[in-house]
Structure formats: C-alpha cells, structure tokens
C-alpha cells in the first residue's frame, strides 16, 4: 500500500533551519516526481517544491525561494526538504506528494518557526 510519513518538523527561531523527510513506499519512487505542500489553518495546501524523478530539475513557489531546497535519494525512497532563514510564516503542516498519486497524504509534520 502506498504510505507517506513526514517527519523532521518542530520549533524553531526566526532565522533558524529544520530539515524535513519523507519516506515513501507502496510504489517505484524513482519514477515519481515527488513535492512539498504546506498547509496555514483554515486554508488549502500550497505547493512549496518539486522534485523530478531523477532530481535532475527543482521547482520553488515563490515565497520560499532561495531559502527552501527539495532533494531525493532514491535509493532511499526519501525526499527531503532543507529550509533554511525561516519566517513566522513558514508555520504550517508541511506534507510530501506523488504527483502522480492524487489521493494519498501522509500525515504530515507541524513546522512551528516563533521567537
């Protein structure tokens, strides 16, 4: 079955750094881009970052851009997400995805970034 388990998330200062996993399996890992969302309360999840497949190419929304780094070690089944310089508004759920898998979550893991 497919499963997705996030971990890595806690509280951390303005400025500080956390390192997100997700361990995925339950499909071929190496063949699935993989991303990053995140959910504020009360609202929907929002991309962060991609991955492809082989991590050859990354993409970034534009509010983590240049803090933020995506990466993937396949022989792992595990993608990461480095975040670096954080902000208050960096505090959600953070969540990892297929993008070929429409329905399947993990449980995410809460990113908490307060002084």
């Known amino acids: 079955q497919v499963q997705l388990v996030e971990s890595g998330g806690g509280l951390v200062q303005p400025g500080g750094s956390l390192r997100l996993s997700c361990a995925a399996s339950?499909?071929?890992?190496?063949?699935?881009?993989m991303s990053w969302y995140r959910q504020f309360p009360g609202k929907e999840r929002e991309l962060v970052a991609q991955?492809?497949?082989?991590?050859?190419?990354?993409n970034y929304g534009d509010s983590v851009k240049g803090r933020f780094t995506i990466s993937r070690d396949n022989a792992k089944n595990t993608v990461y997400l480095q975040m670096s310089s954080m902000k208050p508004e960096d505090t959600a759920v953070y969540y990892c995805?297929?993008?070929?898998?429409?329905?399947?979550w993990g449980q995410g893991t809460q990113v908490t970034v307060s002084s």
């Open positions: 995805k297929s993008t070929y898998l429409t329905n399947y």
């Open positions: 339950g499909f071929i890992f190496s063949t699935h881009p």
């Open positions: 991955i492809t497949a082989t991590g050859l190419t990354t």
